[in-house]
Nanobody
Framework: QVQFVESGGGLVQPGGSLRLSCTAS????????LAWFRQAPGKEREGVAC????DESTWSAGRFPIAGDAGRNTVYLQMNSLTPEDAGVYYC??????????????????????????WGQGTQVTVSS
């Protein structure tokens, strides 16, 4: 069973920065992607960025780049120039495959939530003055 350690959330003023990290353990599959999703109050959970262990490729929905360390099963999300619209609970998620390498599951410009097999508990990001 995959377990996650998510960290880096908190309260920040508008224009500030946060760096989220997620480390997954208990991975037995040969290939995986690790991603960050955000869920704002009353809204759907949406993909923010994704990292593939296969070729260390990345995908980002917009402003926040993701970096990954496949050897440590860890991803980092660098969030700069934060606005109140960026607030929410940020969840780390993993998609696993034993049989073939694969990249981040993106369709129509969005990360597919259904492609992910396990989720972290989330870390709160609050942007307020």
């Amino acid at each position: 069973q995959v377990q996650f350690v998510e960290s880096g959330g908190g309260l920040v003023q508008p224009g500030g920065s946060l760096r989220l990290s997620c480390t997954a353990s208990g991975i037995t599959a040969n290939y995986y992607t690790l991603a960050w999703f955000r869920q704002a109050p009353g809204k759907e959970r949406e993909g923010v960025a994704c990292f593939s262990s296969t070729d260390e490729s990345t995908w980002s929905a917009g402003r926040f780049p993701i970096a990954g360390d496949a050897g440590r099963n860890t991803v980092y999300l660098q969030m700069n120039s934060l606005t109140p619209e960026d607030a929410g609970v940020y969840y780390c998620a993993i998609s696993l495959s034993d049989f073939s390498p694969f990249g981040c599951a993106v369709s129509g410009g969005s990360l597919l939530r259904s492609a992910f097999d396990a989720w972290g508990q989330g870390t709160q990001v609050t942007v307020s003055s």
